[in-house]
């Protein structure tokens, strides 16, 4: 074998597997054709337009920055890759007050528009396709103030998050002195006499990010897992 074929056999093995693995999913994703409601199937009628949740572009980026996409995912595999509909609240609510099983599987549409799509590295932690569903679900109007008191230390809140490996990110935080009333948005963490902690610009876009991951609408039988009609478990 001469130099050259070596050299045109190597670059046509990596040319390929990229021109598969990259080139044609970027082109045949970038813009997904329209999918149908289907009649007698589905509960309603006409084409899927998915439900944007006002994502915060600034949250977006400040967790970004912050490398949270390392420990984090933001998908719901589809049910013969995993068994994220099986654990928590991680593609929806199961019991949902209005609207009973709302879980379902990510899919395509849930990123398009997003100038990077936060897809995650690892499971370190919980995935956060759902998060804002699960904290109001779980919190109420407390839901903010959780989260604000995570970030600011993950540990905390005794047996809950008391184990957790998430780093502290306090320096999204401000810990000034307190002059007249404590503020209202003080979090309620330990602090010497007279101080208290406030979120800073970024804490509280992180937050409004985070809560505004919502991905729970109703999509066409053809692209979603159907709990009614699955032997799964959760």
Not at 71 to 80: E, F, K
Not at 90 to 118: C, H, M, W
Not at 164 to 192: H, N, Y
């Amino acid at each position: 074998m001469t130099f050259r074929q070596f050299a045109i056999g190597l670059t046509a093995s990596f040319g390929l597997a990229w021109l598969a693995m990259v080139v044609v999913p970027f082109f045949k994703l970038r813009n997904p054709s329209p999918v149908s409601f289907e009649e007698g199937i589905d509960a309603q009628e006409g084409i899927y337009h998915p439900k944007r949740a006002g994502r915060v572009v600034n949250g977006a980026n400040v967790y970004a920055a912050n490398g949270c996409y390392q420990c984090h995912t933001q998908v719901v595999r589809p049910t013969y890759a995993g068994n994220d509909l099986g654990r928590p609240d991680f593609g929806g609510l199961k019991a949902d007050p209005e609207r009973g099983d709302t879980r379902r599987e990510s899919n395509v549409f849930d990123y398009i528009g997003l100038d990077f799509a936060q897809i995650g590295v690892t499971r370190l932690g919980p995935d956060l396709m759902n998060v804002g569903l699960r904290m109001e679900a779980n919190y109420g109007a407390d839901a903010k103030g959780y989260l604000y008191k995570h970030l600011y230390n993950p540990r905390l809140i005794p047996a809950l998050t008391d184990w957790s490996s998430c780093p502290s990110f306090s320096f999204l935080f401000e810990t000034r002195k307190i002059t007249g009333q404590k503020s209202e948005a003080a979090l309620d963490v330990p602090t010497e006499d007279g101080y208290e902690v406030v979120p800073g610009d970024q804490a509280r876009a992180l937050v409004d990010y985070l809560m505004s991951l919502k991905h729970d609408d109703p999509v066409p039988a053809s692209m979603n897992y159907a709990p009614a009609t699955s032997n799964q478990e959760g």
